[in-house]
């Protein structure tokens, strides 16, 4: 077993399970080699996984995968868009089951193709919530769609109460759309009419960019969830929430 060093001050991090400080991050299919690896140097600081799009259905290794993630205590979720498409197809019940089978726990429930009518996504969630952890996202993935801090939150709200763990704030692998602008900029105005309307420990920030997580953490220090993390920038993400980073440090 790893003992860290524990001779600088640095702020206090929560072990596994937390509840605030949730690093989410993006598998996009990675070999299993990949996996082992990123599980070996730093499965104490990831807490949800999300197997991105639709590679679950195609990925000959997913119970590996799954199991790998699960023996460390990582939360699997599957990425949103599949679900949507299961949904819009009509085999919801088949995804349910296929996904229980491979030892799935947890879904990602969204609307970022825009397919579903009001009040649909609330009743996926609840639907869904009955047999999996939930994660609810808002948000759409099309650049050019407007962004309403208003309607965000109202779905934010809406979700949590239909039994959403946590819920998404969307930015994408890019971290261009949603809460960004076309350059990656933090739409800041956006991101605290949010905060005012729901818990924040309740809500991962998409934020896929080292400047982008650095604002975050900045903003509400270590313990802020956030989401769509590369497997290589695991570790670097921690050293900026303890501050170890010249981007987060804070002189004593």
């Known amino acids: 077993m790893w003992d860290r060093p524990e001779f600088l001050r640095l702020p ?64 699997v979720c599957l990425g949103g868009t599949l679900v949507e498409i299961a949904a819009a197809q009509g085999e919801l019940t088949a995804l349910r089951r296929w996904a229980t089978g491979e030892g799935i726990d947890a879904l990602e429930v969204s609307n970022g193709l825009g397919w579903m009518g009001p009040g649909a996504q609330r009743a996926l969630v609840a639907e869904l919530a009955a047999d999996f952890t939930v994660l609810a996202e808002a948000g759409a993935k ?63 920030f998409e934020a896929p960019v080292k400047a982008q997580q650095a604002w975050f953490v900045r903003r509400f220090g270590a313990d802020v969830n956030l989401g769509n993390i590369a497997p290589d920038d695991v570790l670097p993400l921690e050293t900026l929430r303890l501050g170890l980073r010249a981007d987060t440090a804070v002189r004593p």
């Open 142 to 204: 099309d650049a050019a769609a407007p962004v309403a801090a208003a309607e965000w939150a109202d779905e934010m709200t809406a979700d949590l109460a239909a039994g959403a763990a946590w819920v998404i704030a969307e930015g994408r692998e890019s971290g261009t759309v949603g809460l960004y602008d076309g350059d990656g900029a933090v739409r800041a105005a956006l991101v605290e009419e949010l905060v005012a309307a729901v818990p924040v420990e309740r809500v991962i």
């Open 12 to 75: 206090d991090r929560a072990g596994k399970p937390r509840s605030a400080g949730i690093t989410h991050v993006l598998d996009k299919g990675a070999p299993i080699a990949v996996v082992d690896g990123l599980l070996t140097t730093a499965a104490d600081l990831v807490d949800v996984v999300k197997i991105g799009w639709g590679i679950g259905y195609l990925d000959r290794a997913l119970k590996q995968r799954v199991a790998a993630y699960q023996r460390s205590g990582v939360v």
